[in-house]
């Protein structure tokens, strides 16, 4: 039979609970999430006073900056229905690229860097054109592709961490400006323009409507597919430059050194209230997520509490935020 | 059943409905689209629960809270989509609610030999020995799927098994299978429900036939006795006039689309249609006639798979992906809403400018404010409800929504636009509206091609209709075709027009 009887009327917002209400305006996460760092700001520095120092905020910004890159290209590939697990283990292969061929083949830092960057936007095609052209799952394409990546970080230097000291290059993770370090202030520049490119252009718009419903942005003609490739480049390039800016601010380039942070990266976007399932979700809320996530860690180590129990928080964290999502998703009618 | 009433958010879909069935008889329940079918058998199985009435079994009054309820008391539904466990065999299929187990090392485990006996015993007791157990279900055809799924439901102590239109998907020489297996089920005194659009499959097998039409009992006839004439009459009544009771057509222009020789291997054959511009021509056809595959073969949305010519505005065009067929002139308004045609967390505004995003561009930047006042004008034009451009798409109701995807289309260069259901889960009232919408487009030179399961609204609407059967085209009719003649026709029944 093909009827399909009408869905009983929506019911209207107001008859349910003001808080569920609150939930399911698209604006709410971030003003959530706004509050919830400020009450963390004020927890902390009644505890340490060596936390609401401009140095300790400092450190916090150049700590969080390479896991806010990959997180900020991370977000409109999440919108939009893709996923990226292989973007920190790019960062890893990236640092240690630049080490072999500057350190071991004589490479001008600078143009090792450019195929570094080159690199990343490659293995972001080809996850891009796994995953669209044969329509693998993003999960499995990348999952594979975060183990063939790792693998060739080690193999590249047998395993072991290679020094990296180039003034110039350094500069990108420990210079400043206006006593500022460089790095916060890059990826402050990201995420102002990942916002504009998803806020104001055409690219932008169809994000949002090839990751909220993919057939219906198919059948009104939207090129569904070079919207994702572009975003798997996209986060390619992000991964490698935060492993470059990552190796900079080391002094080396260690092959593992970015890979246990991924965890972070999607937990960043998804506790910034990207939904999973694509169509929803804003950079500024990746943003606040990975100050909170960073503001946590840097908290719990001034106040000595061990990485491991850090672990146990970032994991609650997260189940936290992705059991808000799904409130969110009922709340809003699904 | 009998009193039966259900409404869905103040709307009565059933008013107090009966239906009796006795075991070893076969009832076909028939109706239009909308006329309360399958709420009804969604109440008999469980899956509603109803507002009134009362539903007894063997006598005894029942309450379904869940289907699973249903199912323990010898009622199940085979719904319309096959239900099977593809790569499982076809015993543990049979068997999957009731494995038999036997003691095994600390724990029971289950006894596949005496799995295989069980449904081979039950398959040869419905006269299909040929079905073999230990075969993975994905490999039989999909005929013999049914029949496993029926197997599973008598494995269950079936006591009365709704059909939802069980033969929608076969060929012919299929559906024989399946009324033969209708055949043994009633020898096992076995009460069938049995629901198709089919006029001569339900003159074949069943013994009486309940008609339902808006919500209510439209007739009971004994089938020996009934002529499919008077059955047409009760199922589809007088047209409801004042839905389709409006001025304006007769103004076709030139051709827009020209197909001639379309075809799509396995769902379309050789289609030769055309639209002019100024009409709107409905195409009628059953589930599985390839109403579904048309519009799609036309707009380019099944890729490089059609061949035939098509011409659009006289000029060849090969349909090989969506953006092909927009960059043509085609608008394509997909059936399923929520699937293929809404961006739900998107606003109103967003939905609407999407595929013509290019327009709103100035510069770098998409201009919102160019968006909104586009919004606003197609708000206006189509009287679409709502709280403004900004609310969000998936809290407006179905007609709007609806109207929303019509309103993406409506742009200079779109020439053709094809509509897929146009009207499927949209209220009454905003059903007429989008009528007069389609043909005032009509009438401003657009041509209009609708694809529907809906006899009436194909009949009412259209300045001509086609007939869609088994992928082909089975009749062409003129405006003021009456809904019976082209329910006629699909049916490819001469009887029919002797009765």
Request: charged fraction near 15%; glycine fraction near 12%; hydrophobic fraction near 50%.
């Amino acid at each position: 039979m093909t009827t399909t009887t009408d869905r009983p009327a929506a019911s209207p917002a107001s008859s349910r609970g003001p808080f569920l209400t609150f939930l399911g305006r698209p604006s709410s996460g971030v003003v959530m999430l706004l509050v919830f760092y400020l009450l963390l700001l004020l927890v902390f520095s009644l505890i340490s006073p060596f936390f609401m120092t401009v140095r300790n905020m400092m450190a916090i910004g150049s700590n969080i900056a390479f896991i806010g890159l990959m997180a900020a290209a991370g977000t409109p590939l999440i919108i939009a229905g893709g996923l990226d697990l292989s973007v920190a283990a790019i960062a890893g292969l990236v640092g240690v690229l630049i080490a072999v061929l500057h350190g071991d083949y004589g490479w001008n830092i600078w143009l090792a860097a450019v195929a570094a960057i080159a690199l990343g936007a490659f293995v972001g095609a080809v996850n891009g054109l796994f995953t669209t052209r044969l329509r693998l799952n993003p999960l499995i394409v990348t999952l594979g592709m975060m183990s063939i990546v790792s693998g060739a970080a080690l193999i590249l230097t047998g395993g072991l961490t290679k020094p990296l000291m180039v003034p110039g290059f350094n500069w990108i993770g420990q210079g400043r400006i206006a006593d500022i370090p460089f790095p916060p202030i890059l990826m402050i520049v990201v995420f102002i323009a990942l916002s504009i490119l998803l806020r104001r252009t055409r690219f932008g718009r169809f994000v949002y409507a090839v990751g909220g419903n993919p057939e219906a942005s198919r059948l009104i003609g939207l090129p569904v597919e070079r919207v994702q490739m572009a975003l798997y480049i996209l986060s390619g390039i992000s991964g490698a430059v935060a492993g470059l800016m990552l190796a900079a601010m080391l002094g080396a380039a260690a092959p593992a050194a970015a890979s246990p942070h991924l965890l972070t990266v999607i937990a960043a976007i998804i506790l910034g209230g990207t939904s999973l399932y694509g169509g929803r979700g804003s950079v500024w809320g990746t943003l606040l997520a990975v100050l909170i996530l960073g503001t946590l860690n840097n908290g719990l180590t001034l106040n000595n509490v061990s990485s491991f129990w850090q672990d146990v928080t970032k994991g609650v964290v997260l189940m936290l935020a992705v059991s808000l999502d799904q409130i969110r998703t009922r709340a809003l009618g699904e | 059943m009998r009193g039966i009433g259900k409404s869905f958010g103040g709307v009565a879909v059933l008013s107090d409905v009966e239906l009796a069935v006795a075991p070893g008889e076969v009832m076909a329940l028939l109706g239009s689209n909308g006329a309360g079918k399958s709420t009804l058998v969604k109440i008999l199985t469980g899956v509603y629960t109803r507002d009134a009435g009362t539903v007894k079994v063997d006598g005894e009054p029942v309450v379904f809270a869940d289907p699973r309820a249903a199912v323990a008391a010898g009622v199940r539904l085979l719904p319309q989509e096959i239900s099977v466990m593809g790569d499982m065999t076809v015993a543990e299929n049979i068997s999957l609610a009731d494995l038999p187990t036997r003691a095994g090392p600390g724990f029971p485990m289950v006894d596949d030999r005496a799995m295989n006996k069980q449904s081979r015993a039950l398959l040869d007791q419905l006269g299909f020995a040929s079905i073999d157990v230990n075969a993975l279900v994905k490999r039989l055809s999909v005929a013999e799927q049914r029949i496993v799924e029926i197997a599973r439901a008598l494995a269950g102590q079936a006591r009365v098994l709704v059909m939802d239109e069980p033969t929608a998907a076969l060929t012919e020489q299929e559906a024989k299978l399946i009324f033969r297996i209708i055949q043994s089920l009633k020898e096992q005194q076995v009460a069938v429900i049995y629901i198709s659009h089919y006029l001569n499959e339900v003159f074949e097998i069943s013994d009486r036939i309940a008609v339902l039409r808006d919500g209510r009992n439209a007739g009971l006839f004994t089938t020996a006795a009934a002529s499919r004439g008077e059955v047409l009459a009760a199922m589809l009544g007088r047209v409801a006039d004042d839905l389709y009771d409006f001025a304006g057509g007769g103004n076709a222009g030139e051709e827009v689309l020209t197909t001639s020789g379309l075809s799509v291997p396995g769902k379309l054959d050789t289609i030769d249609m055309a639209v002019r511009s100024g009409e709107i021509v409905g195409v009628f056809g059953l589930i599985g006639s390839g109403i579904e595959t048309l519009g799609r073969a036309v707009y380019g949305a099944l890729g490089p798979a059609t061949r035939g010519t098509i011409l659009m505005t006289g000029t060849a065009y090969r349909p090989e992906s969506a953006g092909r067929g927009k960059a043509r002139g085609i608008g394509f308004v997909a059936a399923d809403r929520k699937q293929e045609g809404i961006i739900g967390d998107l606003t109103v505004r967003e939905n609407m400018v999407a595929p013509f995003q290019d327009r709103y561009v100035q510069g770098l930047f998409v201009s919102r404010s160019a968006e909104t006042e586009q919004a606003k004008r197609w708000i206006d034009l189509l009287g679409i409800r709502t709280r403004g451009p900004e609310q969000t798409m998936r809290t407006l109701s179905g007609g709007n929504q609806q109207k929303v995807c019509v309103s993406r289309w409506l742009v200079d260069s779109v020439k053709l636009l094809i509509l897929e259901e146009p009207t499927r889960g949209v209220d009454v009232g905003a059903r007429r509206e989008i009528y007069m919408e389609l043909r005032a487009l009509a009438d401003r030179g657009l041509a209009v091609l609708v694809l529907s399961s809906d006899v009436e609204e194909v009949a009412g609407i259209s300045d001509r209709s086609l007939v869609l059967d088994r992928g082909r085209i089975v009749g062409r009719f003129d405006k003021g075709a009456l809904p019976a003649e082209l329910m006629a026709a699909t049916t490819n029944d001469p009887a029919f027009n002797a009765a």
